[in-house]
């Protein structure tokens, strides 16, 4: 135990400078677990009266983490309820810490997922960044190379002159023989760029209204958030560069300047059609992190009151269908589970 709460007290106390967006989580998780591991060794260390007093609470953590068919939680649950009433073996005690030891093995594994899948978001983020930022600056020092000016039609005054429509300017009466390309100016991607982030700025005040706040301890919707930006300018420009070559039908020929940046932002804002897919990932794993431990522990406290005696089989009856009900299935008929209120599942 003090070795655990030593390794604890080194990560906490380590200085990491412009390492810490890095390596500050990953020290973060070797404290917390280097303090599970002791709390781990102190369960079989305590009075019987303290270790019978916790049972319900390694119950809770067993089945938030644990899969139903395991043999620890399989095992746990048959024996708690004689546990929680004071009938306590050295065995029953073993079983605990051991249970206990697995719950928090898998809760690192699930926040070490967390953090993985929150690196990889972030990574994902910087690398489209930068291939926002690099055809933007393309486009500053080649610009006819990926034009974005359209040609809608000619002057109404005369046939032989036209009007050129780019993203940061119009051309008004130019010859009839000019090419769009040439009037392509060298701030037109980084416009057209702008535009998409706004449209995608606005999925990601929309989507903050689904971003449920969470225990974990790192900012997993605020990673998917931020993909979405410059996620949006990229496809801003691949959009405008679609209708530029006549890819879409009926859009081949956008009339003003204003037409063109619409359009931008149109499909900045679409890039939500992919990222939401992003997003419901992140949701996912931070599900996958646990619920509330609320209701497995009031239903345990009913077991039992509900003990029929000593010699009761554990897996049947009341204490089925306390385990069954724990994993979300129906209860037994005479037994009502009492309901978490909304506003205690949401964690902060």
């Known amino acids: 135990m003090r070795a655990h709460l030593e390794k604890a007290r080194s990560a906490a106390d380590e200085e990491f400078g412009w390492r810490r967006p890095w390596s500050g989580s ?21 009075p019987d009266e303290e270790a019978v007093g916790r049972a319900s609470e390694v119950m809770a953590l067993v089945k938030r983490h644990l899969d139903r068919d395991d043999p620890r939680r399989v095992r746990l ?14 065995d029953d005690r073993e079983l605990l810490a051991r249970a206990l030891d697995s719950a928090y093995s898998s809760l690192d594994a699930e926040l070490a997922r967390v953090r993985s899948l929150r690196n990889m978001l972030w990574t994902a983020t910087i690398l489209v960044f930068i291939g926002v930022a690099g055809l933007a ?24 002159q036209m009007h050129v429509v780019c993203p940061s300017a119009e051309y008004h009466d130019r010859t009839a023989n000019t090419v769009p390309s040439d ?5 037109d991607i980084l416009t057209v760029e702008i535009a998409g982030l706004l449209g995608a ?3 990601v005040i929309a989507s903050l209204r689904r971003i449920r706040g969470t225990s974990a301890p790192y900012m997993l919707p605020l990673a998917s958030a931020a993909l979405k930006i ?7 420009f691949l959009g405008v560069l679609l209708i530029r070559g006549a890819f879409v039908p009926g859009l081949s020929d956008l009339d003003s300047r204003a037409q063109v940046l619409a359009w ?18 992140a949701q996912m794993t931070l599900s996958e992190v646990g619920g509330p431990t609320g209701t497995a522990v009031r239903q345990e406290s009913r077991a039992v009151i509900e003990d029929d005696g000593p ?22 008929p005479d037994e009502k589970p009492d309901r978490v209120p909304a506003e205690e599942t949401t964690a902060t």
């Not at 931008?264 to 990932?281: E, I, N, P, S, W």
């Open 201 to 203: 700025a606005l999925t």
């Open 137 to 160: 600056l393309y486009g500053a020092l080649a610009p006819r190379a990926l034009s974005l000016c359209f040609a809608p039609k000619a002057s109404a005054g005369d046939p032989n």
């Open 183 to 187: 009037l392509a100016r060298s701030q």
């Open 230 to 236: 410059p996620t949006g300018a990229l496809s801003a």
């Open 77 to 90: 649950t048959q024996r708690i309820r004689h546990i929680v009433s004071g009938g306590l073996t050295p």
């Open 311 to 332: 010699g009761h089989d554990l897996t049947t009856g009341p204490a089925a269908a306390v385990e069954q009900a724990g994993d979300g299935t129906p209860a037994a």
């Open 26 to 46: 990953i020290a973060r998780e070797g404290v917390w677990s280097n303090l599970r591991g002791a709390d781990v060794l102190l369960l079989r260390l305590v």
């Open 264 to 281: 931008a932002a149109v499909f900045g804002a679409a890039q939500h059609l992919v990222t939401r897919l992003v997003d419901d990932r």
